[in-house]
């Protein structure tokens, strides 16, 4: 009898329990997308594109919903509800514009396709957030041990000498986060994958792409050499005033013709009566005698 009952729930569970066709799963992961690109768009004011990967979207779906159900994210972030919700905001926008291939936060140009990086304001025009709020938020991120970004700066080289300008940081998350929702083997896969069609793509260049990669490096060149004209042409026009102030004063530095008077015998007090005599009657403005009519 019992055998009977173990063979009978045995043939129930291998009914309930078959593979799903390739079909079904693309059925599925496409729904799925829908609802989580839905999700996320009205909760975070901004259109967010259903053909994002999927680990990305339903990270972030998930990294929402914990705002109402902490346990979905196991980490102390802040007591404060408010503060809490921004937080989980910046960091579902950060996973949403996160490139599985480079492991970096950024975006792409709409030209070239080229992954950018981006700077804090991109979180706050996308959440429409104060970027103190962001600020904040990015930090608590950080000491939560979920996310990294450090300054960089430039050295180019200009006509003024080497000048040093700051770069968007890089911004980098955590895998961790991945494993703590479940979804570390999606997102292994999925970088997998990613990084094999950037290594595809780039060795499918066609001679047409590459050419239009040279004109595009030639215009990176030509702007380049653009703004290093602005930068000195600024320079010289922030120092010209101080420049002509300086040689202004220059010229009414009395010590090296008082030093010359010194050195032919004049005493200090017939050069005092010469300055005197010089400002009490200057001469001509122009230095030129009158012209009798």
Not at 22 to 38: D, G, S
Not at 128 to 134: A, D, E, F, L
Not at 208 to 219: A, F, M, W
Request: proline share 3%.
């Amino acid at each position: 009898m019992k055998e009977n009952v173990s063979v009978t729930r045995a043939k129930v569970l291998a009914d309930e329990f078959r593979d799903y066709s390739q079909q079904e799963k693309t059925a599925w992961a496409k729904k799925n997308a829908e609802e989580n690109a839905k999700y996320l768009s009205s909760s975070l004011g901004y259109d967010v594109s259903e053909r994002l990967p999927y680990v990305l979207l339903q990270a972030a779906t998930e990294v929402l919903q914990s705002i109402q159900n902490r346990s979905k994210l196991k980490t102390r972030i802040c007591d404060r509800a408010d503060h809490y919700a921004n937080t989980m905001k910046v960091l579902a926008t950060a996973i949403l514009h996160y490139d599985l291939a480079s492991n970096l936060v950024g975006v792409r140009d709409r030209v070239t396709h080229k992954l950018e990086r981006c700077e804090n304001s991109l979180f706050a025009d996308r959440l429409n957030m104060p970027s103190r709020t962001v600020d904040n938020c990015i930090y608590s991120l950080k000491r939560a041990g979920l996310y990294l970004s450090f300054e960089q700066r430039e050295e180019k080289d200009s006509d003024v000498g080497p000048v040093y300008r700051g770069v968007a940081s890089i911004k980098r998350l955590n895998m961790v986060i991945f494993e703590m929702l479940g979804l570390g083997q999606f997102v292994t896969v999925q970088r997998a994958k990613a990084k094999q069609r950037k290594q595809i793509k780039q060795l499918e260049k066609t001679p047409e792409q590459e050419q239009l990669d040279s004109y595009r490096k030639v215009d990176d060149k030509v702007r380049d050499k653009r703004n290093k004209q602005r930068s000195h042409a600024k320079f010289e026009r922030v120092t010209k005033p101080i420049t002509e102030m300086l040689a202004s004063l220059q010229s009414q530095n009395r010590t090296e013709e008082t030093l010359n008077l010194l050195n032919q015998g004049f005493s200090h007090a017939e050069i005092k009566a010469l300055y005197k005599s010089r400002e009490s009657d200057p001469g001509p403005v122009d230095d030129c005698a009158d012209i009798p009519y």
